[in-house]
């Protein structure tokens, strides 16, 4: 195994692995608004820190499972062209893609979001409603961790693409070879 297929490898597996603990938040997701509704419509009870926790779940949710979403091939695209394209088409679509959007989009992400979040923690941002929940500023952390994330999941699929192109194979998939399993 080289030296690109054993980072390949990491990355795909930094982003699995936090994928799979990610997928708990979705069950804490549906138990806090099942919780929500229970409380405001049996018992005329409203907990405004458990209906954010339905919200800061919500976010890490989407947050933390973008690359993993880009490393399983889950993600939602427009494959008008590119689904019935030649695999090599489809391999520079991903090379040039990742290099020329997805990772520029994260280095501007992680550029403009890290005053946004030191600014947070500067103030120990909370909740402006009161009964809120206190921790924003650490929610807010999730964005330079989304950056970070998303772009790992970028150059594995750039690397997954440059291997398929010098390798000439014929067959090619964006998807991470465990993700393929069932």
Avoid at 75 to 94: N, Q, S
Avoid at 124 to 153: C, D, M, Q
Avoid at 156 to 167: F, H, I, K, V
């Amino acid at each position: 195994m080289g030296v690109a297929e054993r980072i390949l490898s990491t990355i795909d597996g930094i982003n699995r692995s936090i994928g799979e603990v990610v997928k708990w938040l979705v069950v804490a997701t549906v138990l806090a608004q099942v919780a929500n509704v229970v409380l405001r419509y049996v018992f005329s009870i409203g907990i405004l820190s458990l209906q954010q926790s339905v919200w800061y779940f919500h976010a890490l949710v989407f947050m933390l499972a973008a690359g993993y979403a880009l490393t399983c091939d889950a993600h939602v695209r427009i494959d008008v062209l590119y689904r019935d394209a030649p695999a090599r088409r489809r391999a520079w679509t991903d090379l040039l893609g990742s290099l020329l959007l997805l990772l520029p989009f994260c280095a501007s992400v992680l550029l403009f979001g890290m005053p946004y979040v030191e600014h947070a923690w500067g103030s120990r941002e909370s909740s402006a409603e009161i009964g809120g929940l206190p921790f924003v500023f650490l929610l807010k952390t999730v964005i330079p961790v989304f950056a970070v994330l998303l772009g790992l999941a970028a150059v594995g699929l750039a690397l997954r693409a440059w291997l398929a192109l010098r390798s000439g194979a014929d067959r090619y998939t964006a998807a991470a070879p465990a993700a393929r399993q069932p």
